[in-house]
């Protein structure tokens, strides 16, 4: 069984199912990275593992435990941090306080874990009294990524965590993110720009229509001769 098994996903918001038996699965340390057309259902079936749409029939296990049944504020607590790709910081607060935000589960000592985030995104560090609605759009994206990290997360899932930055700053996230799942994180990703974001997965899923069409290891996707062609531009 995966860290985290997500299998047979079927539903929608009340309407017509968006997933249809959707599976999406990762490893302890490992990055899996969801990719597909516009529409594919991409974002709905990372929002089902985070507990934000109604299964109609499917499963989410976590670390052996199935928490199909569990609200998000619950999965939180059980070791799920998700970054949505919108609305993903506090504007008017700074960066300390929207990090302190995401520590509201721990009653610990978190000044070390805040510590971490700085290393990390040092430049968070240089701008932590300054409101986070003044940053580019990169760098709030690190904040809410360090904000998730505050929760001490076992699983982190990012969704479209590259829209609308720069190429340099794709990279570098790209960057960060692998040295978060070097910690043992394990990293569940939608994104947008498949060809960067399938080398740096170890597991690539590829969603049409809200099913899988194919499952591999990022490396061989990138190889897969359709997968290129139809998904990756040629």
Not at 152 to 164: I, V
Not at 203 to 209: I, K, P, S, W, Y
Request: proline share 3%; with cysteine.
């Amino acid at each position: 069984m995966s860290f985290l098994a997500a299998t047979g996903m079927t539903g929608g918001y009340g309407g017509a199912d968006i997933i249809t038996d959707c599976e999406l699965r990762v490893e302890r340390g490992e990055i899996a990275v969801v990719v597909g057309p516009n529409g594919a259902g991409k974002s709905t079936a990372m929002k089902a593992v985070f507990g934000m749409l109604n299964l109609r029939e499917g499963s989410v296990v976590f670390d052996g435990t199935d928490i199909t049944g569990l609200a998000p504020q619950e999965r939180v607590r059980v070791g799920m941090g998700f970054v949505p790709q919108n609305r993903n910081v506090f504007v008017s607060l700074s960066v300390e306080e929207n990090l302190e935000m995401g520590a509201f589960i721990r009653d610990d000592d978190i000044s070390q874990s805040k510590e971490q985030v700085f290393e990390l995104f040092p430049i968070l560090a240089e701008k932590r009294n300054q409101p986070a609605g003044e940053l580019s759009g990169g760098q709030r994206q690190q904040v809410a990524v360090g904000r998730a990290l505050m929760t001490q997360p076992r699983l982190l899932m990012l969704d479209e965590p590259t829209a609308g930055v720069s190429p340099i700053v794709m990279d570098e996230l790209f960057d960060r993110i692998v040295e978060i799942a070097k910690t043992g994180i394990a990293i569940l990703m939608v994104e947008q720009n498949a060809r960067q974001a399938l080398e740096i997965a170890d597991h690539g899923f590829v969603l049409v229509q809200g099913t899988n069409r194919f499952t591999d290891t990022g490396e061989a996707l990138l190889a897969n001769e359709e997968v290129r062609r139809s998904f990756l531009g040629g």
